[in-house]
């Protein structure tokens, strides 16, 4: 019998090798232990009181299943959807919220450890907020911009700010069907308020306003924290950055950041290479002190300084495992419990940091934005501190990946036509003349269910190949990162001939990391960009775009494909269905929000269904947009157009021919 593969990365397979054989439990072992039970796993569970928990199972369970209350399974099958897209919602909003308050607490100079870093992005944020930028001190801007936010988050009525950023043809499909969201704290209560026992009964209702409440994730606290880290940190360019567990250094300290929010994460790269710092690292017998990543707090400050990701979710316990790691710290979500335990077994601290987010095990250190510094170096201290406990035990294992990452959306415009014809002209064009087929939005998850990564590289490998241009975020990213994915000659070597010649023509990689989780918000300015820019569709709906999620497990994924959905693009799931019970429930989720949103919610666990059922969607938009018909090789006159100007600074500033690597004037705002 062949040995059950876990992960598909060779290192973390190693790692995991060499933890069976030293006793150790990881979320490998865990998944082949905990079989999911079938009923929850399709949707067939109810919980919400305590009559139940029913199980809506039986043949044909979709007519005949009732719960104790009557409830069909359509409707406890939409009924936990909605609670998944309102979970995940509220982990990206409230994470947003909290961006908003330290904006508030910069510009009104309650915080020195913060300042504004993009006064640009600042700017055009109050453009899109109708607030007065120009004559006014920047503070005042700033605030404006953090009240108008934390406003979006209480709004009892009419509608949050940004849905306005979305092509008019998307939003009045939202207004037809009225799912336009009013606060974002309004519309999950609301969304917990309908599931409780004996409310919202009728499936679609539910699942109407599940699009509602995702797009409160979306265009509110999703976009809204994208836009506040840009602004307080920078928006990002192309960077230098490393993937996988050969970021680990045996001779220095290794501290690793580990969860979502970038706010403490920045100031700890702030202050990590002070000198006072170093030589505190220096007096415990390290040569330095190494900073790395995981998850999305990495994706963070990997776009804007280069800080190397030591990889995704289901890296956390194989890079404790290493035994390399002095201190792991983490703030909110995809922060596995398990690390307290496992990191018992080596000299690892774990330091928790948010007053959310507690763990037994774990050393609490409470960041707060008004004692940021102090606690950022409570941490590199307790990280030096431990350094000469690092004993031989751990696996060891290192090796790395070069990468680039830091595309935004406005580094994305500024690449296709310098600073003054910054535009998504040259992509549309590529398009629409068959050299690039179409774009997929690669993100979620990797997950212990399936080979871990295994999906993402198989995905984007064929994807490639078929002149697709894929933009990823979160652990995807990571995933692709660990992989040795995100280079330039990925295209050389893996792309089909139109998307290679797009690639080398501006000097990108054919995958693009956009960010962390969060940032998937910026896949949606960027269809929305294409849309205004012309030629393709003149709404979200309808463009040659797929989102694809292959590996996921968290609620925030479940959020993020909803309204990605509801914004007019068809995503695909991998895995089997939280929904699958129910064949009304899955026709609403896909048939029906096509035809109403151009968008649709698929789960498909095998990766070449998966595959083909996204191509499929590409080219159906393409013939319905009446475009050349895809074929390898042959395309029409248009021309790839990269202003020479761009091209000579992104030439300048990089190792790899054409790739662009920091250090570009600042892209317009
Ligand atoms: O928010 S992709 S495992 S780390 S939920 Fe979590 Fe999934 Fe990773 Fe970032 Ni997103």
Same mark, same amino acid.
């Given at each position: 019998?062949?040995?059950?593969?876990?992960?598909?990365?060779?290192?973390?397979?190693?790692?995991i090798e060499?933890?069976?054989?030293h006793?150790?439990?990881?979320?490998?072992d865990?998944?082949?232990?905990?079989k999911?039970?079938?009923?929850?796993?399709?949707?067939?569970?109810?919980?919400?009181?305590h009559?139940g928990?029913?199980r809506?199972?039986g043949?044909?369970?979709?007519?005949?299943a009732?719960?104790?209350c009557?409830a069909?399974?359509?409707?406890?099958?939409?009924?936990?959807?909605?609670?998944?897209?309102?979970?995940?919602?509220?982990?990206?909003?409230?994470?947003?919220?909290?961006?908003?308050?330290?904006?508030?607490?910069v510009?009104n100079?309650?915080?020195?450890?913060?300042k504004?870093?993009d006064?640009?992005?600042l700017?055009?944020?109050?453009?899109?907020?109708?607030i007065?930028f120009e004559?006014?001190?920047?503070?005042?801007?700033?605030?404006d911009?953090?009240e108008?936010?934390?406003?979006d988050?209480?709004?009892?009525?009419?509608?949050?700010?940004?849905?306005?950023?979305?092509?008019?043809?998307?939003?009045?499909?939202?207004?037809k069907?009225?799912i336009?969201?009013r606060?974002i704290?309004?519309?999950i209560?609301?969304?917990?308020?309908?599931?409780?026992i004996?409310v919202?009964?009728?499936?679609?209702?539910?699942?109407?306003?599940?699009?509602?409440?995702a797009?409160?994730?979306?265009?509110?606290?999703?976009?809204?924290?994208?836009?506040?880290?840009?602004?307080l940190?920078?928006?990002?360019?192309?960077?230098?950055?490393?993937?996988?567990?050969?970021?680990?250094?045996?001779?220095?300290v290794?501290?690793i950041?580990?969860?979502?929010?970038?706010?403490?994460?920045?100031?700890?790269?702030?202050?990590?290479?002070?000198?006072?710092?170093i030589?505190?690292?220096k007096?415990?017998?390290?040569?330095?002190?190494?900073?790395?990543?995981?998850c999305?707090?990495?994706?963070?400050?990997?776009?804007?300084h280069g800080?190397?990701?030591?990889?995704?979710f289901t890296?956390?316990?194989?890079?404790?495992?290493?035994?390399?790691?002095?201190?792991?710290?983490?703030?909110?979500?995809?922060?596995?419990?398990?690390?307290? *335990? /496992?990191?018992?077994?080596?000299?690892?601290? &774990?330091? +928790?940091?948010?007053?959310? $987010?507690?763990?037994?095990g %774990?050393?609490?250190?409470?960041?707060?934005?008004?004692?940021?510094?102090?606690?950022?170096?409570?941490i590199?201290?307790?990280?030096?501190?431990?350094f000469?406990?690092?004993?031989?035990?751990g696996?060891h294992?290192?090796k790395?990946f070069?990468?680039?990452?830091?595309f935004?959306?406005?580094?994305?415009a500024?690449?296709?036509g310098?600073?003054?014809?910054?535009?998504?002209?040259?992509l549309?064009?590529a398009?629409?003349a068959?050299?690039?087929?179409?774009?997929?939005?690669?993100?979620?998850?990797?997950?212990?269910?399936?080979?871990?990564?295994?999906?993402?590289?198989?995905?984007?490998k *064929? /994807?490639?190949k078929?002149?697709?241009l894929? &933009?990823? +975020?979160?652990?995807?990213s $990571?995933?692709?990162g660990? %992989?040795?994915y995100?280079?330039?000659?990925?295209?050389?070597?893996?792309?089909?001939?139109?998307?290679?010649?797009v690639?080398?023509?501006?000097?990108?990689?054919?995958?693009?990391?956009?960010?962390?989780?969060?940032?998937?918000?910026?896949i949606?300015?960027?269809?929305t960009a294409?849309?205004?820019e012309?030629?393709l569709?003149?709404?979200?709906?309808?463009?040659p775009?797929?989102?694809i999620a292959?590996?996921w497990?968290?609620?925030?994924?479940?959020a993020?494909?909803?309204y990605?959905?509801a914004?007019g693009?068809?995503?695909?799931?991998?895995?089997e269905?939280?929904v699958?019970?129910? *064949?009304e429930?899955?026709?609403?989720?896909?048939? &029906?929000?096509?035809?109403?949103?151009?968008?649709?919610?698929?789960f498909e666990?095998?990766?070449?269904?998966?595959?083909?059922?996204?191509l499929?969607?590409?080219?159906?938009a393409?013939?319905?947009?009446?475009?050349?018909?895809?074929?390898?090789?042959?395309?029409?006159?248009?021309?790839?157009?990269?202003?020479m100007?761009?091209?000579?600074?992104?030439e300048?500033?990089?190792?790899?021919?054409?790739?662009?690597?920091?250090?570009?004037?600042?892209p317009e705002?």
């Amino acid at each position: 019998m062949n040995k059950p593969i876990k992960s598909a990365g060779t290192s973390a397979e190693e790692i995991i090798e060499w933890g069976k054989n030293h006793d150790m439990e990881t979320c490998f072992d865990r998944a082949e232990k905990m079989k999911p039970c079938p009923i929850g796993e399709s949707g067939a569970c109810c919980k919400v009181c305590h009559m139940g928990p029913c199980r809506l199972v039986g043949k044909n369970a979709e007519k005949e299943a009732r719960g104790v209350c009557g409830a069909t399974l359509p409707t406890v099958a939409a009924r936990n959807m909605l609670r998944m897209i309102a979970a995940g919602t509220a982990a990206h909003s409230d994470h947003a919220r909290d961006m908003a308050f330290t904006l508030l607490a910069v510009a009104n100079e309650e915080v020195k450890d913060f300042k504004i870093t993009d006064v640009k992005k600042l700017y055009k944020v109050a453009g899109l907020l109708n607030i007065e930028f120009e004559g006014r001190p920047v503070n005042d801007v700033a605030r404006d911009v953090a009240e108008t936010f934390i406003e979006d988050f209480v709004r009892q009525k009419g509608a949050i700010n940004y849905i306005k950023r979305a092509p008019k043809k998307t939003r009045e499909r939202w207004e037809k069907w009225g799912i336009v969201p009013r606060g974002i704290d309004r519309e999950i209560v609301e969304a917990m308020h309908r599931t409780n026992i004996g409310v919202d009964h009728d499936p679609d209702h539910l699942l109407t306003h599940g699009l509602k409440v995702a797009l409160a994730d979306g265009w509110g606290g999703s976009m809204i924290s994208t836009d506040i880290s840009d602004i307080l940190f920078g928006t990002p360019r192309p960077i230098k950055a490393e993937a996988s567990f050969g970021i680990f250094k045996e001779d220095e300290v290794n501290l690793i950041v580990h969860g979502h929010e970038p706010t403490l994460a920045e100031v700890i790269v702030d202050t990590v290479g002070e000198p006072e710092m170093i030589e505190y690292a220096k007096s415990k017998g390290a040569k330095g002190i190494n900073l790395g990543g995981m998850c999305c707090t990495a994706n963070e400050i990997l776009m804007r300084h280069g800080i190397p990701t030591a990889g995704g979710f289901t890296n956390q316990e194989l890079g404790i495992m290493t035994g390399l790691i002095d201190v792991m710290t983490v703030d909110v979500q995809c922060i596995m419990p398990a690390i307290a *335990e /496992l990191s018992k077994k080596f000299h690892t601290k &774990v330091v +928790t940091t948010s007053e959310k $987010a507690k763990m037994q095990g %774990a050393i609490h250190i409470e960041y707060n934005e008004h004692r940021a510094k102090e606690v950022a170096k409570e941490i590199i201290r307790l990280a030096c501190d431990n350094f000469p406990n690092r004993k031989t035990e751990g696996s060891h294992i290192t090796k790395k990946f070069p990468l680039i990452g830091g595309f935004s959306e406005e580094y994305i415009a500024y690449m296709q036509g310098g600073k003054w014809r910054a535009s998504f002209r040259p992509l549309n064009d590529a398009i629409i003349a068959g050299r690039i087929r179409g774009v997929v939005g690669l993100a979620g998850c990797d997950n212990p269910r399936v080979a871990s990564t295994g999906i993402h590289k198989y995905i984007v490998k *064929e /994807l490639i190949k078929n002149d697709v241009l894929i &933009v990823s +975020t979160g652990c995807g990213s $990571a995933a692709c990162g660990a %992989a040795g994915y995100l280079i330039p000659e990925m295209a050389l070597e893996n792309a089909g001939p139109g998307l290679r010649e797009v690639c080398e023509a501006i000097g990108i990689p054919p995958i693009l990391h956009l960010g962390a989780c969060v940032d998937n918000s910026r896949i949606l300015t960027i269809v929305t960009a294409m849309a205004a820019e012309g030629g393709l569709s003149e709404e979200i709906g309808g463009m040659p775009a797929v989102g694809i999620a292959p590996e996921w497990m968290s609620e925030k994924a479940i959020a993020i494909g909803a309204y990605f959905a509801a914004s007019g693009v068809p995503v695909i799931f991998g895995g089997e269905s939280p929904v699958g019970s129910s *064949e009304e429930v899955t026709k609403i989720m896909t048939d &029906v929000w096509l035809e109403r949103f151009k968008g649709a919610f698929h789960f498909e666990p095998d990766p070449e269904k998966m595959l083909q059922m996204a191509l499929d969607y590409i080219d159906r938009a393409r013939e319905t947009l009446k475009l050349r018909k895809y074929e390898p090789g042959k395309f029409g006159t248009e021309r790839v157009l990269m202003d020479m100007a761009a091209r000579r600074e992104l030439e300048k500033h990089t190792a790899v021919p054409h790739a662009g690597v920091g250090g570009i004037n600042e892209p317009e705002g």
